[in-house]
């Protein structure tokens, strides 16, 4: 899952999956495509809305995506149009830049639409943030089951 800070998005969408998937063989983690927040929890909002539905963020601390994650990961899901661009540029081949997708693919195939970046609003985009990756990540399970 990867956002640009690793604070707000991307945070959410790994605690989400994660709560989704305890029945699977999965193993998810989140990155930021800046660095600005490396070694941060996640933004006290982000740590808020998940705790509304009982999932909790605080063991997380935000990380800069770097290029190894192409070989320790099958998906990269990007959380808006940039951090796809971004990603892109960071791949080498097709075999990785086939990893990367859009995460809001998952619900409307090739829409290309972005997961909007809650953090210079207030907690009602963090609701609506929520909502959005609790349907993608229902689907991502959905996939693998
Ligand atoms: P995120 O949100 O990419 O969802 O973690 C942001 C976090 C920090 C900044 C921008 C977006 N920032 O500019 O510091």
Request: include cysteine; hydrophobic fraction near 35%; charged fraction near 30%.
């Amino acid at each position: 899952m990867v956002c640009l800070g690793n604070i707000c998005r991307s945070p959410l969408a790994e605690g989400i999956l994660k709560n989704k998937s305890t029945h699977l063989d999965i193993y998810v983690d989140s990155a930021g495509t800046a660095g600005y927040h490396i070694g941060n929890k996640p933004d006290a909002r982000a740590i808020e809305i998940a705790q509304k539905y009982n999932i909790d963020l605080n063991n997380q601390r935000a990380r800069q995506f770097s290029r190894k994650d192409f070989d320790e990961f099958d998906i990269i899901y990007a959380m808006d149009k940039n951090n796809y661009a971004n990603l892109i540029s960071l791949a080498d081949n097709n075999e990785e830049r086939n990893k990367i997708k859009m995460i809001l693919n998952e619900l409307n195939h090739d829409s290309f639409q972005s997961v909007p970046d809650p953090y210079y609003g207030g907690q009602e985009g963090f609701e609506k943030v929520y909502k959005l990756l609790d349907k993608a990540c229902e689907k991502i399970v959905s996939k693998i089951e």
